[in-house]
């Protein structure tokens, strides 16, 4: 299929799925290289080439590329393309940068994009994201973040209360966080409970600086708490029958834990 002709594959076929979907971005690169020699060679960009996509369509296209580091190629090719990717970041309505290797700048910079956002993730993993409290006070500028309904930020051990606070203090619609494996204190509980008031479950596992106070707020304030996840914490009976006292049908995980023991240590999920 020539240049020409798929091009005006991709137009004709707006309403059926696009055709264009089933080429990869390797040849998405092979066709906009082949315009620009012939545009050269012929003096003119005569002809259907996909360079004379609306950059409606090219969003629509770069929708689908879920590698950031494609995307950012695809950026680089051209001012029209980079506002496609621009326009396509702005359709998202979930980010994942988890096991991805993104700093403070670069995520903040795809976040502050996403205008519809509302799923963020930059759990960390072997050779994940490696986010800072000043990562986090970035992408809590971004426009973005009041409408977030889920945040999770799994096992980022350089951030601490000074980078969540300053993020969730805006995302007053979350409703769901994971802040599971990080260091965090019971600033962070106190500014979630009082900022997220639509707050439906929220993983504290391995929050070993987290108090029964810090629970026991969060609870309090949070009347819309369905689950709660204190894995790896120590946590007394007596605390257990607190948060159940404020809210009886509230799912503390992992379940099951032995009523008749002391302080009991979780480390069994079910």
Not at 110 to 116: Q, T
């Amino acid at each position: 299929m020539t240049t020409s002709s798929l091009a005006l594959a991709v137009q004709v076929t707006t309403t059926n799925d696009y055709l264009f979907f089933s080429f990869s971005l390797s040849d998405i690169f092979f066709l906009k290289q082949r315009e620009q020699r012939e545009e050269e060679v012929m003096g003119g960009d005569e002809g259907a080439h996909i360079g004379h996509l609306p950059v409606d369509l090219l969003a629509h296209i770069f929708l689908l590329i879920s590698s950031f580091t494609d995307l950012a190629q695809v950026s680089s090719v051209c001012k029209k393309w980079r506002d496609g990717v621009k326009q396509s970041l702005a359709r998202r309505e979930r980010l994942s940068f988890a096991g991805l290797k993104m700093g403070d700048d670069s995520t903040a910079r795809i976040v502050r994009y996403a205008y519809n956002l509302k799923e963020l993730d930059i759990s960390r993993s072997c050779w994940g994201c490696q986010i800072t409290d000043d990562g986090l006070y970035k992408i809590s500028l971004a426009k973005c973040v009041p409408s977030l309904t889920s945040i999770s930020l799994w096992g980022m051990a350089g951030i601490t209360d000074q980078g969540v606070v300053q993020l969730v203090s805006r995302a007053s619609s979350l409703q769901h966080v994971n802040v599971g494996g990080t260091f965090i204190t019971d600033e962070s509980l106190s500014a979630i409970a009082n900022s997220c008031p639509q707050l439906k479950a929220i993983v504290l596992w391995g929050c070993r600086h987290v108090t029964e106070g810090g629970l026991v707020a969060i609870v309090n304030k949070c009347r819309k708490l369905e689950s709660i996840n204190v894995w790896g914490m120590r946590v007394s009976v007596e605390c257990f029958i607190s948060l159940l006292a404020i809210s009886p049908a509230l799912r503390i995980k992992p379940e099951g834990v032995r009523q008749n023991v002391g302080p009991v240590a979780l480390y069994h999920v079910h």
